[in-house]
């Protein structure tokens, strides 16, 4: 699955993304990568071997919860308030999607978050 296909047009306007999706490898996985110049940056990866139960996330970070049907965690360090913030979402028992929000000034962490989950959201129908 290319994970650029995941925010089409309107989905990007809807988030607030007025660039295209940079293709991208992170640790094997296909990545893409959107920056909005002096705002704030979204990365969206594909990780076809490990399911939400495999990733090893810190559990005081993580909140689960659900977007659409399926399975997800929040993943954001209030303590360290650095503007970054991830939503997992599960794709059956052994594949995941992340959508990782990093603000451009790396402050205000609830607002990565909100930003975090609005792109999920619009990503989520397209999963198989």
Do not use: Y
């Not at 999706?21 to 996985?29: D, H």
């Amino acid at each position: 699955m290319d994970p650029c296909t995941l925010l089409d047009p309107q989905d990007r306007s809807t988030a607030g993304v007025n660039v295209l999706g940079v293709p991208k490898e992170i640790n094997g996985a296909r990545a893409c990568d959107w920056t909005v110049p002096a705002t704030f940056g979204v990365t969206i990866t594909v990780d076809e071997r490990n399911g939400l139960a495999d990733l090893e996330v810190a559990r005081k970070t993580a909140t689960k919860t659900k977007v659409g049907d399926r399975p997800a965690l929040k993943v954001a360090d209030k303590k360290a308030a650095d503007g970054t913030c991830a939503v997992l979402l599960g794709m059956g028992e052994k594949a995941s999607v992340q959508i990782d929000v990093s603000n451009t000034n790396f402050t205000d962490t609830p607002l990565a978050c909100e930003r975090a989950v609005k792109v999920a959201g619009l990503a989520e129908p397209k999963l198989p």
